[in-house]
């Protein structure tokens, strides 16, 4: 069963500029089957997870080439950084030759980015555009379109509401295509595979990482401080590592797609705000798996419910926007005083807060700390406040509250 993914639209429409393309995102967030759809049998793939192919492309790259010619799906292009600069030729002289037809020759896919980006930037500079796929949407599998999130514009059309214990399941869950066609009998077995894969064949295989059990003992531990400010000193305080350590590995989980780390903002106003990022892990049913919420009714009554909840709805967002090729211009505010708030979006120079709240009783009090924007003498433009209430309401004039299960 295939599911669109809502990145059709801005990958096709590069795919008329660009001679390549470059998909990355974590394993199994449905990279391959999403250019292999879109391919239609027009062009051949080969994996470099097939040894034989990634030995030629290292060692010779431009018989690589000429067995596989563009158009042409590589998939797992970080095996074999070695091809860049001969795809680099190869596109170059198509765009002399005949340059009407010399975009999106190459379709790549890259699971991590450890030592990715660096030879993309470097090699394929103004050939190459790059996207970032997550797991699958709340509106991709609902079947609907999906725009990037600003207050104002939200609808929820097409999306049906969910009470607390059917959200928390869609939660427990997480996004990942495969698991979206499994019972959740396998729910374990699916992600107990997933982190071995991810150790073994990332980890090990792309890092200097000695000790993988050390290195799960240190996953777990970030799985658990999701929805948090980051905190190196705890991080390797539970891993029994080093700090430098900690945010050598943290590094890792980030490049790889599973993490995420939201800046704060400022612009230098005083030194009161914070200069802390807050840390998310970008599946939800990963985490859940990482911190043993077993079933979806512990996790919506646990200690951890309003950190898991307020994941979902930043990694949601975060969809809106990578899904439809954008970067997100994501922020978080909080000063010296402890006053938050969780989300801002800087949007045509205009400030939008966001506040989310698992209560089903959004209250004014709730966004107190948004008239702490008025310091940055900026236009602060409509606001949110995302919780299970299930209406679209007005809480003041500039503020409408939002169902998280229609994100």
Same mark, same amino acid.
């Given at each position: 069963?295939?599911?669109?993914?809502?990145? &059709?639209?801005?990958?096709?429409?590069?795919?008329?500029?660009?001679?390549?393309?470059? !998909?990355?995102?974590?394993?199994?967030?449905?990279?391959?089957?999403?250019?292999?759809?879109?391919? &239609?049998? @027009?062009? @051949?793939?080969?994996?470099?997870?097939?040894?034989?192919?990634?030995?030629?492309?290292?060692? #010779?790259?431009?018989?690589?080439?000429?067995?596989?010619?563009?158009?042409?799906?590589?998939?797992?292009?970080?095996?074999?950084?070695?091809?860049?600069?001969?795809?680099?030729?190869?596109?170059?002289?198509?765009?002399?030759? #005949?340059?009407?037809?010399?975009?999106?020759?190459?379709?790549?896919? $890259?699971?991590?980015?450890?030592?990715?980006?660096?030879?993309?930037?470097?090699?394929?500079?103004?050939?190459?555009?790059?996207?970032?796929?997550?797991?699958?949407?709340?509106?991709?599998?609902?079947?609907?379109?999906?725009?990037? /999130?600003?207050?104002?514009?939200?609808?929820?059309?097409?999306?049906?509401?969910?009470?607390?214990? &059917?959200?928390?399941? %869609?939660?427990?869950?997480?996004?990942?295509?495969?698991?979206?066609?499994?019972? #959740?009998?396998?729910?374990?077995?699916?992600?107990?595979?997933?982190?071995?894969?991810?150790?073994? %064949?990332?980890? %090990?295989?792309?890092?200097?990482?000695?000790?993988?059990?050390?290195?799960?003992?240190?996953?777990?531990?970030?799985?658990? %401080?999701?929805?948090?400010?980051? +905190?190196?000193?705890?991080?390797?305080?539970?891993?029994?590592?080093?700090?430098?350590?900690?945010?050598?590995?943290?590094?890792?989980?980030?490049?790889? $797609?599973?993490?995420?780390?939201?800046?704060?903002?400022?612009? +230098?106003?005083?030194?009161?705000?914070?200069?802390?990022?807050?840390?998310?892990?970008?599946?939800?049913?990963?985490?859940?798996?990482?911190?043993?919420?077993?079933?979806?009714?512990?996790?919506?009554?646990?200690?951890?419910?309003?950190?898991?909840?307020?994941?979902?709805? !930043?990694?949601?967002?975060?969809?809106?926007?990578?899904?439809?090729?954008? &970067?997100?211009? /994501?922020?978080?505010?909080?000063?010296?005083?402890?006053?938050?708030?969780?989300?801002?979006?800087?949007?045509?120079?205009?400030?939008?807060?966001?506040?989310?709240?698992?209560?089903?009783?959004?209250?004014?009090?709730?966004?107190?700390?948004?008239?702490? =924007?008025?310091?940055?003498?900026?236009?602060? $433009?409509?606001?949110?406040?995302?919780?299970?209430?299930?209406?679209?309401?007005?809480?003041?004039?500039?503020?409408?509250?939002?169902?998280?299960? =229609?994100?």
């Amino acid at each position: 069963m295939f599911i669109k993914r809502n990145l &059709e639209s801005a990958f096709l429409t590069a795919n008329k500029s660009f001679s390549v393309l470059l !998909v990355t995102g974590a394993r199994q967030v449905g990279k391959t089957t999403f250019l292999r759809h879109l391919a &239609e049998e @027009k062009r @051949k793939f080969v994996s470099l997870d097939n040894l034989e192919y990634r030995e030629m492309a290292k060692n #010779d790259p431009r018989l690589f080439l000429s067995n596989f010619p563009a158009p042409l799906i590589i998939d797992e292009i970080q095996y074999a950084p070695e091809l860049l600069p001969y795809i680099k030729m190869a596109v170059d002289e198509a765009r002399f030759k #005949d340059p009407e037809n010399s975009n999106g020759m190459f379709w790549l896919t $890259g699971s991590q980015q450890f030592h990715l980006m660096k030879g993309v930037t470097e090699s394929l500079a103004g050939r190459v555009a790059i996207f970032n796929l997550l797991g699958l949407s709340n509106h991709e599998t609902a079947g609907t379109d999906s725009q990037p /999130f600003l207050p104002e514009s939200f609808s929820g059309t097409g999306m049906k509401m969910l009470g607390s214990p &059917e959200l928390f399941h %869609r939660i427990w869950r997480g996004s990942f295509p495969g698991m979206f066609m499994l019972q #959740d009998s396998e729910w374990s077995t699916f992600y107990n595979s997933y982190v071995q894969t991810y150790l073994e %064949r990332d980890i %090990r295989y792309l890092t200097q990482v000695a000790d993988l059990g050390r290195f799960f003992t240190f996953l777990k531990s970030a799985a658990a %401080r999701t929805g948090q400010m980051l +905190n190196y000193a705890a991080l390797s305080r539970d891993a029994d590592i080093s700090q430098p350590t900690a945010k050598s590995w943290l590094s890792l989980l980030l490049t790889s $797609g599973l993490a995420y780390l939201l800046p704060p903002y400022y612009r +230098n106003v005083n030194q009161r705000i914070s200069s802390t990022p807050k840390f998310y892990f970008l599946d939800t049913g990963l985490a859940a798996y990482l911190t043993s919420w077993n079933t979806p009714q512990v996790l919506c009554d646990g200690a951890m419910s309003g950190a898991f909840f307020e994941t979902w709805c !930043v990694s949601e967002l975060l969809k809106s926007y990578l899904h439809n090729g954008q &970067e997100p211009p /994501f922020f978080y505010f909080r000063d010296k005083d402890k006053h938050e708030i969780d989300l801002l979006i800087e949007y045509n120079g205009a400030l939008h807060p966001i506040e989310i709240k698992k209560s089903a009783s959004p209250k004014s009090s709730d966004i107190s700390a948004f008239r702490l =924007l008025k310091q940055y003498q900026m236009p602060i $433009g409509k606001a949110a406040l995302i919780s299970m209430n299930p209406d679209i309401l007005m809480l003041t004039e500039s503020c409408r509250t939002i169902p998280a299960p =229609l994100l």
